[in-house]
């Protein structure tokens, strides 16, 4: 969708730019056209003073001259313009579609892929707007100079917060605390990243909700990882349970059914934590079920088989 947004406002400003030409060509024609003669005898008689006549020669010449940008923009250029922006567009979909093609039939290599993809688009566009301006219209550097000098001005004074979401974005892809496809919490919201954006990060949080935090406040505040870019990632499962619970049978039902979850993770450890707490007055006890699973993905339907399956086995041993 983004790329369908740049090669329309390409098309345009392309398109406002040639009929830009094509009027001043217009405006230069008239011009040159006009006796020059009765102009400059109509600009001198409002002066008191005539100047010599070598200065009016000058002046003749001044006045008749029109700026000649006509081999800057041309119907041969505008063309190539489009077919290198369609060319770069197609070129991507192509790229995209094979990189997640061989991510799907290699999950190990999802998550080293999805990091890749933006870096990509930021490259192929780079090249392609480069080969445009350089290589189709090659304006003088001069120009060049003083168009970029008014865009940062312009940005400067009218896009302070988005100046600072794009240095947040480029601290992120150089800095990486977080990738795509790590599992993270930034303030109060959690979720896998799914996307890095020069203005936004988007994470799918559990309730499957895409949230566009702006980078300059996920920099401006800490960050927790849960895989650091790993496939497998942690994951706790709290259950309550009463206070006078024997906690050596509990530990050894809830290790014992983590073994055997189709999700888990074995070559990483399992451990099982009890905390005491009060809820209403009471106390009770919070037993927490730490295990790696096999994939983030698996993250909450281990976190639930956990909950249903240990206090099932709790009831049936005569525990609860």
């Known amino acids: 969708m983004k790329t369908r947004k740049i090669i329309g406002y390409s098309l345009l400003f392309l398109i406002c730019i040639s009929f830009s030409s094509l009027l001043h060509g217009q405006a230069a024609n008239t011009i040159t056209t006009t006796d020059s003669s009765q102009l400059?005898?109509?600009?001198?008689?409002?002066?008191?003073?005539?100047?010599?006549?070598?200065?009016?020669?000058?002046?003749?010449?001044?006045?008749?001259?029109?700026?000649?940008?006509?081999?800057?923009?041309?119907?041969?250029?505008?063309?190539?313009?489009?077919?290198?922006?369609?060319?770069?567009?197609?070129?991507?979909?192509?790229?995209?579609?094979?990189?997640?093609?061989?991510?799907?039939?290699?999950?190990?290599?999802?998550?080293?892929?999805?990091?890749?993809?933006?870096?990509?688009?930021?490259?192929?566009?780079?090249?392609?707007?480069?080969?445009?301006?350089?290589?189709?219209?090659?304006?003088?550097?001069?120009?060049?100079?003083?168009?970029?000098?008014?865009?940062?001005?312009?940005?400067?004074?009218?896009?302070?917060?988005?100046?600072?979401?794009?240095?947040?974005?480029?601290?992120?892809?150089?800095?990486?605390?977080?990738?795509?496809?790590?599992?993270?919490?930034?303030?109060?919201?959690?979720?896998?990243?799914?996307?890095?954006?020069?203005?936004?990060?988007?994470?799918?949080?559990?309730?499957?909700?895409?949230?566009s935090v702006p980078n300059s406040e996920i920099m401006n505040q800490s960050i927790s990882n849960t895989n650091s870019g790993l496939n497998n990632c942690l994951v706790s499962a709290d259950i309550y349970l009463p206070h006078l619970i024997d906690t050596q049978r509990v530990r050894q039902i809830a290790i014992e059914v983590a073994q055997i979850s189709k999700y888990v993770y074995l070559n990483k450890p399992i451990a099982v934590i009890f905390f005491s707490e009060k809820t209403n007055k009471e106390p009770v006890l919070k037993m927490r079920l730490n295990a790696y699973v096999m994939n983030v993905g698996y993250e909450f339907l281990f976190k639930s088989e956990m909950t249903e399956l240990v206090l099932r086995e709790l009831k049936n041993e005569g525990l609860m």
């Open 40 to 211: 400059i005898t109509d600009t001198l008689a409002s002066q008191t003073a005539l100047p010599p006549v070598a200065e009016r020669g000058n002046l003749a010449q001044e006045l008749t001259q029109a700026p000649d940008v006509s081999g800057l923009i041309s119907f041969p250029k505008i063309f190539w313009s489009v077919v290198f922006l369609l060319l770069g567009y197609f070129s991507l979909k192509i790229l995209t579609g094979i990189l997640n093609l061989y991510a799907e039939r290699k999950p190990r290599h999802k998550s080293l892929v999805r990091r890749v993809l933006p870096m990509i688009k930021i490259l192929v566009w780079s090249m392609v707007v480069y080969i445009i301006v350089s290589g189709i219209f090659s304006p003088p550097k001069e120009t060049v100079l003083a168009f970029f000098a008014s865009i940062g001005v312009a940005i400067g004074f009218a896009s302070q917060d988005l100046l600072k979401n794009l240095f947040g974005g480029l601290m992120i892809l150089f800095d990486k605390p977080f990738q795509i496809g790590d599992r993270i919490e930034t303030g109060k919201y959690y979720g896998e990243v799914v996307e890095i954006g020069i203005r936004s990060t988007r994470i799918v949080t559990p309730g499957d909700n895409i949230v």
